[in-house]
């Protein structure tokens, strides 16, 4: 079973984000980078079907910058066989579409049964790459993915998706695209001697001139800001608990508008 | 919320930048490694710490291990860390490849231990109690023990103990009396009691193995008559199935804190079935069990910082949020009321915690890189390295363990009454901390070995050695402008510390050894405060030295408070020195000479 997962380097859900003075971008100093949680689900679930079927490999193909390849080398820690990692000023801070058709450059360059991808990245929370990767390789493609049953002969795959309040279970033919969500698994840790290993496995640098793409984003984003300050808290106080409920639901009602 | 218990930033600047353990890649047993290798075994150590340990670190204190039909029950929990210790290479991580190590440094090693414990102190009493009861058997057991024993503890799945103590022999271990009477089985009878036994028994391993302090029958008395024994609970018969044997649980003890692993009382050969395997030759068993010992006092130490780490930050985030009162020099109560870090004394108190916290990392880290460089060919640097870590190692254990637990005092009082409730983790960090300066011999005992035998062992070569060490450093802070009025203290403190241990010395050359030990723990605590401003003078250096060579804005604030930091220690903890070395300089016997009865009144 070759699976082919593409995973985002992003910052650590525990870092304090901050917009840069001019509202440009983030500002990246001090960042502490992570493997984008929901492709750490795809890289778990990659390893296991190599497990199970006791043979394939686990291809891990990401885009970002030098930092990037710490990301690649720990998803190799836990257990990948070999990495790509695409990197280009370029394509840096680019669209999905670009980060799409740079991927499907480069999963056209290798062989793979089944395409993992995390259903959004944490950091911009597009959502979009995986399902443009699948369009442009004219791939069937299934989303939000929380159980994966490979056939035997390796032609199709049952899975299992969350829709609103409950499972769909569908039927995808082999070579497709999924993108993975919070319940497919538990990712293992790295553990140290794959992370001994891992120095020696091969990570394969690209740019966008040896993709033989030269995309051109179709979004721009004009700022960044951050959310308002939360104001504080209304108290309801010294009322008997019945007219307390009551003025509750007229500031629900009609000053926060909820209700 | 983030639960921060550690600073990813201080570990780096200590492993990398003041303890330098890049360097030891120049060693062929660590040429494998680099510092991308370092960096992300920590990101995974942390990952660990964050996502598997800290979020059990509060029901383990309060759903401690129960006695249930002679097995103790430990929190669910444990399994899966065992496991993930065992089968992540945690356990051997700084054993050799031929075992199954990943021949990290210990002082990488220690360093993720160190988050570990400070996410969850008490579930790293397995792992490592495991990992030193397997490095003794691989270094003193015969092929068979090795074969038998070893990998399936480096793998999480058996439990390995020290069993010492008993109870009428704690600091004394001379006066066990757990016999062992050779059979022509290949295997010794053992019949006694063991109490205080770490990990003694639990239901998270397949077995549970005993290093085992006894005496063979007919052997001399005292210390020169213990011999080691491997004690397992269940013993492997011919078949490889397991049996029992002859190896009770008396008691799991409540206790203060710690309370995630169990300390069992044990009674051994009760039908007169208890079997132990010699290790290594008869009656050298408390020489063997000093590399365990001296591995457990530095990871006493490392546990004992973690903590006190943990609590630091829980403080920390405390006084950034809680408004409290007013500045003094404006107490308008129009005004809003200003968060309590803004207050003086509580600063005091975050400073000192710093001060302990960092200066104890710093001193393990010290020790740990020595024992890496212990490694080397060179046989005379070899043992210089091999000395000053022995002559640190009661430092390391106890400075970290009585500091501490005044550190994490001081985090509780930061968040006043809620710090003494159970809404916040200080009040367990305080109970966890305390067991620190008893178990792995009580700091009493760890001052008797500093002074009585360290410090004057090989006609005071360690203790020369030390001088070098810290000399070494007061003469490059020395150099600049900024670190040279701090070299100078340092200095001055050295100076008394000599001057002290002739004074203490002079007493052991007249015989009387009783006043030449007397005040021991007060004189550890003198070497202890030279000691860690040491660290602390090591790291300013390192500071001064990126903030002149340029580096971003925050780099630069972690410098400047590394710097503020080890202000304090030299102008609040330093001028301590000056009266412990007042009254060490007296060492008139006050204690010695007082008669028992005059306690009573
Ligand atoms: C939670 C916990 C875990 C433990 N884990 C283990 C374990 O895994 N394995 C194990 O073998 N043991 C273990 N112990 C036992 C521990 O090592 C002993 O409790 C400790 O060494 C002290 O021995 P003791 O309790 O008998 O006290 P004692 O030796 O009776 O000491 C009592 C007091 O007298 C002082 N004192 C004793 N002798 C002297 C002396 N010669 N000079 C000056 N002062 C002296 C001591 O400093 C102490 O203050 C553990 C204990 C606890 C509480």
Same mark, same amino acid.
Not at chain 1, 11 to 28: C, F, L
């Given at each position: =079973? ?44 990659? $390893? ?25 080398? #720990?998803? @190799? ?47 911009? /929370? ?6 443009? @990767? ?9 989303? @939000? ?16 998706? /969350? ?41 394969? +640098? ?50 926060? +508008?909820?209700? | ?50 996502? $598997? ?13 129960? @006695?249930?039909?002679?097995?103790? +029950? ?35 090693? #220690? ?36 074969? %038998?024993?070893?990998?399936?503890? $480096? ?10 103590t008993e109870p009428q022999a704690g600091s004394s271990l001379s006066d066990i009396v %757990?016999?062992?009477?050779? %059979? ?9 009691q +063991?109490i205080f ?5 639990? /239901? ?43 190896? #009770?649980?008396?008691t799991?003890y409540h206790k203060l804190g710690y309370?995630?692993?169990?300390i #069992?009382q ?22 063997? =069990?000093?590399?365990? =010992? ?6 006493v130490?490392?546990?004992a ?44 108190m975050?400073?000192f915690?710093?001060?302990v ?26 043992? !210089?390295?091999? $000395? ?6 009661p430092v390391?254990k106890s400075y970290p363990s009585e500091s501490g637990i005044l550190a994490v005092s001081q985090g509780l009082q930061?968040?006043g009454g809620?710090g003494y ?5 200080l009040e367990?960090y305080y109970r966890d901390i305390r067991i620190h300066a008893i178990h792995e011999g009580t700091t009493g005992i760890q001052a008797l070995d500093l002074l009585g035998r ?9 203790? !020369? ?31 008394t510390?000599?001057?002290v241990t =002739?004074r203490q010395v002079q007493f052991a050359?007249q015989g009387d050894v009783e006043t030449f030990l007397a005040d021991a723990t007060l004189y550890l605590e003198l070497f202890s405060i ?36 080890? !202000?304090?220690?030299?102008?609040y903890e330093?001028p301590k020195t000056a009266g412990l070395a007042a009254r060490l300089m007296e060492a008139d016997g006050l204690t010695v000479n007082m008669t028992a009865a005059a306690f009573d009144d």
């Amino acid at each position: =079973m070759k699976s082919l997962v593409c995973l985002k380097q992003v910052p650590d859900t525990e870092t304090q984000i901050k917009v840069n003075p001019d509202g440009t971008g983030i500002v990246t100093e001090g960042i502490k980078y992570v493997i984008n949680p929901y492709d750490e689900f795809s890289v778990e679930e990659a $390893l296991r079907l190599k497990e199970k079927f006791k043979a394939g490999e686990v291809l891990i193909l990401s885009i970002g910058p030098d930092r990037a390849t710490e990301a690649i080398r #720990t998803a @190799l820690a836990m257990g990948a066989d070999k990495g790509i990692h695409i990197s280009d000023e370029s394509l840096n801070n680019s669209d999905p579409f670009v980060i799409a058709q740079a991927l499907a450059a480069a999963a056209a360059q290798t062989e793979y049964d089944i395409i993992f991808c995390g259903h959004r990245a944490i950091d911009d /929370d597009f959502g979009e790459a995986g399902a443009m @990767l699948a369009e442009l390789l004219k791939l069937p493609q299934v989303t @939000l993915v929380t159980k994966v049953d490979i056939a035997d002969d390796k032609t199709k795959a049952i899975v299992e998706r /969350d829709v609103e309040g409950g499972k769909e279970t569908v039927e995808v033919p082999l070579p497709c695209v999924l993108t993975s969500q919070k319940g497919l698994n538990e990712p293992r840790y790295a553990s140290l001697p794959g992370i001994m290993k891992a120095k020696k496995k091969p990570i394969d +640098k690209k740019t966008a001139a040896d993709l033989g793409i030269s995309p051109e984003p179709k979004l721009r984003s004009n700022a960044y800001s951050m959310p308002p300050e939360r104001t504080a808290g209304k108290k309801f106080e010294g009322m008997e608990p019945p007219d307390v409920a009551k003025a509750v639901v007229q500031a629900l009602r009609n000053e926060a +508008k909820v209700i | 919320m983030a639960e921060r218990f550690v600073s990813r930033r201080n570990l780096e600047f200590l492993l990398y930048e003041v303890h330098r353990v890049e360097r030891l890649s120049a060693q062929p047993y660590f040429s494998d490694h680099s510092r991308e290798t370092y960096d992300l075994v920590l990101d995974t150590a942390m990952k660990i710490a964050r996502d $598997l340990m800290y979020p059990h670190l509060q029901e383990m204190d309060q759903k401690a291990p129960v @006695l249930e039909n002679g097995q103790v +029950k430990v929190h669910p929990a444990i399994k899966g860390i065992m496991k993930e210790w065992g089968e992540g290479g945690w356990i051997a991580a700084s054993m050799p490849y031929e075992v199954g190590g990943q021949q990290l440094p210990t002082a990488v090693a #220690t360093a993720c231990n160190y988050v570990f414990a400070a996410a969850n102190f008490s579930s790293t009493g397995f792992p490592l109690l495991t990992a030193g009861a397997a490095h003794l058997i691989l270094s003193y057991g015969s092929d068979d023990l090795k074969e %038998t024993y070893a990998p399936r503890m $480096l793998a999480g799945e058996w439990q390995g103990t020290m069993a010492l103590t008993e109870p009428q022999a704690g600091s004394s271990l001379s006066d066990i009396v %757990t016999r062992a009477e050779p %059979t022509d089985g290949g295997y010794y009878r053992i019949r006694g009691q +063991k109490i205080f036994i770490s990990a003694g028994d639990h /239901d998270a391993a397949g077995n549970i193995v005993h290093m085992m302090l006894a005496k063979i029958k007919g052997g001399p008395p005292g210390a020169k008559g213990i011999s080691l024994f491997l004690v397992p609970k269940n013993r492997i018969k011919s078949d490889g199935m397991l049996e029992p044997n002859d190896v #009770t649980v008396a008691t799991v003890y409540h206790k203060l804190g710690y309370r995630g692993c169990p300390i #069992t009382q044990l009674s051994m050969g009760e039908n007169d079935d208890c079997r132990g395997y010699l290790v290594g030759e008869p009656h050298k068993g408390l020489s063997y =069990m000093f590399q365990m =010992m001296n591995e457990a006092r530095l990871a006493v130490g490392m546990q004992a910082a973690s903590i006190a780490s943990a609590a630091y930050y829980a403080a920390l985030e405390y006084a950034k949020e809680r408004p409290q009162g007013r500045k003094i020099s404006s107490k308008d109560p129009l005004q809003p009321q200003i968060p309590i870090i803004e207050h003086a004394d509580v600063r005091r108190m975050l400073l000192f915690q710093r001060g302990v916290v960092e200066g104890s990392l710093s001193l393990i880290l010290q020790c740990c890189t020595y024992s890496d460089l212990s490694r080397t060919e060179d046989v005379e640097q070899s043992q !210089r390295y091999a $000395l000053l870590l022995d002559l640190l190692t009661p430092v390391a254990k106890s400075y970290p363990s009585e500091s501490g637990i005044l550190a994490v005092s001081q985090g509780l009082q930061i968040l006043g009454g809620y710090g003494y409730c159970q809404e916040f983790p200080l009040e367990q960090y305080y109970r966890d901390i305390r067991i620190h300066a008893i178990h792995e011999g009580t700091t009493g005992i760890q001052a008797l070995d500093l002074l009585g035998r360290k410090v004057v062992m090989k006609n005071g070569q360690a203790m !020369r050695l030390f001088l070098e060490e810290v000399g070494a450093v007061v003469q490059e802070a020395a150099q600049d402008s900024e670190l040279s009025p701090y070299a100078e203290r340092l200095k001055g403190a050295l100076d008394t510390l000599g001057q002290v241990t =002739m004074r203490q010395v002079q007493f052991a050359l007249q015989g009387d050894v009783e006043t030449f030990l007397a005040d021991a723990t007060l004189y550890l605590e003198l070497f202890s405060i030279v000691t860690i401003a040491w660290q602390w003078l090591a790291q300013g250096i390192v500071a001064r030295k990126a903030l002149d060579a340029g580096c971003s804005p925050l780099d630069a604030q972690f410098y400047q408070g590394k710097i503020h930091a080890m !202000r304090y220690f030299f102008h609040y903890e330093g001028p301590k020195t000056a009266g412990l070395a007042a009254r060490l300089m007296e060492a008139d016997g006050l204690t010695v000479n007082m008669t028992a009865a005059a306690f009573d009144d």
